[in-house]
């Protein structure tokens, strides 16, 4: 029997790329992953179990996923001559999206920005070009964007909005300028759409090249893996044959179109998250030694200034508190960790164990 030589085996983009790390959370308090911090309600959660009883688990479920769809667009408020591809998660989706593009295409995005879409593109042996944030503010470079698109003309660009991990909305202007430039498809990511009073929905039927992107993770249901495109039903229906046929199982529908349904609970969660952001950010501003962003999501993201950022996160894991080290991304990122907003027990403690890391570094 030969050898296996991995080497020879697989693509040299693979070999040269590291897995998606997971911090084991197991016994910390866990402010890392930007989850909803709360359970379902008692009365909910047995509702639901109920309605679980019907879901056939012999047969294949809906490749459409009808039900579900409908539920999306009336509480999205999708307009109607949009259309709507849903994913496991949108990770799946940014994957769907860079695997029906041609061997040489450019993805390109704002930088720093989400992981997922460069890790993507060069699992696929796509080009990804990253275009830096303004250093202040963590707003688009405009002319540096409309710049990097003719020249590279990309095929996709991704803009999170509000950005992940720096918190805030780009301008909505620049946004409309870049969809009036670019050569390609681009795609407002709205995971974080449950905490921000802004969103590009409204402007899909204005751009055939605008899609947005949504996900069910952040409001509440990350352990479902369901997101969303909303845009165009030409493009849509291209995107379609390369998603795989029975990607949203029949769990997910069904438990997806209850949340849905009895959503109160989720938006009542939510507007808690959000107070609480407010109450964590205040609480931030008050402490020397550190530089906190205002955010539109359930997260913040603080510079260190007198303490290496690795020290304080090392000090917050031994007091129990689990958060984001961005540290090693190293660039403007350097010395930034990230906060998820939690409940506001987690929140105080976590308030508690950042005092204490930079009183005693
Ligand atoms: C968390 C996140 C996602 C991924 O969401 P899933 O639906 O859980 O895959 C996408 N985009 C951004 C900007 C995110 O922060």
Redesign the pocket.
């Known amino acids: 029997m030969p050898n296996l030589t991995l080497t020879a085996l697989f693509r040299p983009e693979i070999l040269a790329m590291s897995a998606y790390h997971v911090a084991d959370a197991h016994h910390f308090i866990k402010l890392d992953a930007?989850e909803n911090p709360y359970g379902w309600p008692t009365d909910i959660q047995q509702a639901w179990l109920e309605q679980l009883k019907d879901c056939p688990m012999n047969r294949y479920p809906d490749p459409e996923a009808k039900t579900l769809v409908a539920a999306l667009r009336a509480s999205n408020h999708i307009p109607a001559e949009s259309g709507l591809l849903l994913g496991n998660?949108?990770?799946e989706i940014i994957q769907i999206l860079q695997m029906a593009l041609p061997g040489n295409a450019t993805i390109m995005a704002p930088e720093p920005g989400?992981v997922?879409y460069k890790q993507i593109a060069l699992s696929l042996g796509l080009r990804y070009q990253g275009v830096p944030l303004l250093t202040d503010d963590f707003d688009l470079d405009l002319p540096a964007m409309l710049a990097a698109i003719e020249s590279s003309q990309p095929s996709l660009i991704f803009l999170?909005y509000p950005n992940?991990p720096t918190g805030n909305l780009f301008d909505a202007g620049a946004i409309k300028e870049i969809l009036a430039i670019a050569p390609g498809l681009v795609i407002v990511?709205e995971?974080?759409a449950p905490f921000a009073d802004a969103s590009f929905i409204g402007e899909l039927p204005n751009y055939q090249n605008l899609l947005v992107m949504r996900?069910v993770?952040?409001l509440g249901l990350?352990g479902l893996?369901?997101?969303f495109l909303a845009g165009d039903n030409t493009v849509l229906a291209q995107l379609h044959k390369v998603r795989l046929p029975y990607n949203i199982n029949c769990l997910t529908q069904i438990t997806a179109q209850f949340a849905l349904t009895h959503q109160n609970f989720l938006v009542e969660q939510t507007s808690d998250i959000c107070q609480q952001r407010g109450e964590v950010l205040a609480a931030l501003q008050g402490m020397e030694d550190i530089k906190c962003y205002p955010s539109a999501a359930n997260f913040i993201l603080i510079r260190t200034l007198n303490h290496p950022a690795d020290d304080v996160f090392i000090s917050l894991k031994k007091q129990g508190v689990l958060i984001k080290n961005l540290s090693p991304q190293g660039g403007v990122l350097h010395n930034c960790l990230r906060v998820t907003i939690g409940k506001q027990e987690e929140n105080q403690t976590f308030l508690t164990a950042l005092r204490n890391a930079l009183k005693n570094p």
Do not use: E, P, V, W
Request: proline content about 0%.
């Open positions: 930007m998660g949108s990770d989400f997922m999170a992940n990511d995971a974080y996900t993770s952040k990350a893996r369901l997101g």
